[in-house]
């Protein structure tokens, strides 16, 4: 398991892989969805292909995480950075209804600069990292980790909630001596919380799956409504992208809409979904219906390229801001499959701050602990 999670392939290859399957499970699928299916395995096989004959490794188990960033320049501007985070996920549920509270329908209204300060917020997911990482007061530690997932809870945001429980979860085991197993109960616990906070989430936000009107096949309607819930997150994306595959759709506005700020709505743009209220395709159905297969492909091959940038960069230089790229890279990879994650100009624009702030961190006065050291797997 800890060869596989220094691949760079890892977190692109299985996560989609296991989504066509279970798309292919739990659909009665028309005819001709099959080769949109196919063609998004072909895409996750050719990366691990790619990683037999790569070099881009995270480092060896002797603890990815194996320097202690409390106290030094690069803990002080991420701890400022998680603090600037918290004061706007504080103004979020001061200033605008709370959806977990009031409506959980209200999660997507954006009005009257509510848009500007979610997108700071929705960083909301590096405060555990950040806490685990960045200090040794145990109740600041704490608050973080805790607001981290309080606040996704409130604003009922199963994305940021996934960001927050993956980002923690490899934290975790980075930080875990080689020597000792990975904690494998305390990752199966927060997944299954995680995966409960998910499904719970899902039946406030959308209501019942019963309103979802797709050709599902027996093992998904033997499930119950929490499980369901979690296979439509599952599939729904490679469904999708099948979908769009097989009607020949194109309309590169899509494509447009995500990559460039004030391009339009996505939403405006009239796709010719099987089920209007299931309307994601994976991160790679922009490209297909911009560009066709051969474009998706493409995207799946510059993904990866992003991934192995992101392994070299923490891998030569453990620097605290190097592996927040990477763990927005391996989450963004792990969604891949759902919907568009990496190739927005949100998730660029995150990237930009973690360079520009490790050159800021790098520039700021030394201290007596102004240089990373060995971590202490004790404290």
């Known amino acids: 398991m800890r060869r596989l999670l220094r691949l760079p392939s890892t977190y692109i290859a299985w996560p989609m892989l ?225 979908s769009m595959m097989a009607k020949g759709f194109q309309n590169a506005d899509i494509l447009l809409a995500q990559m460039v700020p004030g391009a339009g709505a996505a939403a405006t743009v009239l796709l010719p979904l099987d089920a209007s209220n299931v309307n994601v395709g994976s991160e790679f159905m922009p490209f297909l219906v911009a560009w066709g297969p051969g474009g998706a492909l493409a995207a799946m091959a510059v993904l990866y390229a992003l991934m192995c940038w992101s392994v070299r960069r923490f891998t030569r230089s453990h620097s605290l801001f190097a592996l927040l790229v990477f763990l927005r890279m391996a989450y963004v990879c792990v969604m891949a499959p759902f919907a568009p994650q990496a190739f927005i100009w949100m998730n660029f624009g995150f990237l930009g701050l973690c360079l520009v702030l490790q050159v800021v961190a790098a520039w700021l006065p030394s201290r007596a602990r102004a240089e990373p050291h060995d971590l202490t797997l004790t404290h």
Request: proline residues 6%.
């Open 18 to 242: 296991v989504a066509c399957a279970v798309t292919a499970a739990i659909y009665d699928l028309p005819a001709g969805y099959g080769d949109g299916l196919v063609s998004l395995a072909l895409g996750a096989t050719g990366s691990l292909i790619a990683d037999a004959f790569g070099t881009d490794r995270l480092p060896a188990w002797a603890g990815a995480v194996a320097v202690d960033y409390a106290g030094t320049r690069e803990g002080f501007v991420a701890l400022a950075l998680a603090m600037g985070v918290l004061g706007f996920c504080l103004l979020d549920v001061t200033l605008f209804p709370v959806a977990l509270i009031h409506d959980p329908s209200l999660y997507a209204t954006m009005e009257g600069g509510h848009e500007h300060i979610r997108r700071i917020a929705d960083m909301c997911w590096i405060l555990p990292v950040v806490g685990m990482l960045c200090t040794h007061h145990r109740p600041l530690r704490y608050a973080l980790i805790l607001a981290g997932f309080a606040f996704p809870i409130l604003v009922v945001d199963r994305n940021r909630l996934f960001a927050a429980v993956i980002g923690l979860a490899m934290v975790t085991m980075f930080r875990r001596d080689p020597k000792r197993p990975l904690p494998w109960r305390s990752m199966l616990v927060l997944g299954l919380a995680g995966a409960t906070a998910f499904s719970l989430l899902g039946i406030l936000r959308s209501g019942s799956v019963d309103t979802v009107d797709l050709p599902f096949g027996k093992v998904y309607r033997a499930a119950p409504a929490g499980i369901q819930w979690l296979l439509l997150y599952i599939s729904a994306g490679p469904y999708n992208f099948a």
